[in-house]
């Protein structure tokens, strides 16, 4: 079974912090995926990797860096964290196959006060 | 541009009862289609997939979902409902084209389904 992993289920930080959250992906995926899962909006793209060192913004990338040195493992970052990042993170990854589906990992609950 | 709707925020269904869950898409070509369950405080699960063939698909737990490219709609049902089912629906749509996008997804908002004794 693939196994997405997420560092920390839950996390407090305060405004100004420099934040890492970390996902790793067993299944040597090449794609990998960070959304951000806000009550109403549903899932949003941040960023995405389709290689290693490759990245691409997704629909709100703003506040937001990734970091992708290894296959398996995607670093979201937010580099000084604010109160209006409070939200569930969420890491997918995906095999490069027509039609296949993304893997999700548990979430991260990142309150920012 | 790609868009998924799903109308109806929450839903709530008595034990036993028929569940169905809307979701429609908007794509100039034949999408491929996915649902995805997420429970409480956890990540999303896929239920099941579509790109081609068989209209109707089945997938884990006793749900199946049926593409109807009529009315750009694939909605998601289960003839008894239980109560474990009671969780948070996301219907999604991905483009055919991977030149650009690398498999990516667009969600709908997402259908939460409250489960009555």
Request: proline residues 4%; charged residues 25%.
């Amino acid at each position: 079974d693939v196994k997405v992993t997420q560092s920390s289920r839950y996390l407090v930080k305060r405004t100004g912090e420099k934040v890492f959250l970390e996902c790793v992906q067993d299944m040597d995926h090449e794609n990998m995926f960070w959304y951000r899962q806000d009550p109403g909006l549903g899932l949003r793209l941040i960023y995405f990797s389709y290689d290693v060192k490759m990245k691409e913004k997704g629909d709100i990338p703003e506040g937001y860096s990734v970091s992708r040195e290894k296959k398996e493992r995607f670093s979201l970052i937010l580099e000084s964290a604010s109160t209006n990042q409070t939200s569930m993170y969420l890491c997918a990854s995906r095999r490069t196959i027509p039609y296949n589906e993304q893997f999700f990992g548990p979430g991260t609950r990142l309150t920012v006060l | 541009a790609q868009s998924v709707t799903q109308p109806d925020i929450h839903i709530t269904v008595s034990e036993g009862a028929s569940l169905e869950l809307r979701c429609n898409y908007s794509y100039g070509a034949t999408p491929y289609l996915f649902w995805y369950v997420q429970s409480p405080g956890q990540g999303l699960q896929l239920l099941l997939k579509y790109f081609s063939g068989d209209t109707l698909v089945q997938g884990i737990k006793g749900f199946e979902a049926e593409f109807k490219r009529s009315q750009s709609s694939f909605n998601l049902r289960k003839p008894s409902v239980h109560w474990s089912d009671a969780a948070e629906y996301f219907c999604a749509v991905g483009a055919r084209d991977y030149g650009g996008s690398q498999g990516n997804l667009i969600f709908g908002k997402g259908t939460k389904l409250s489960v009555k004794p």
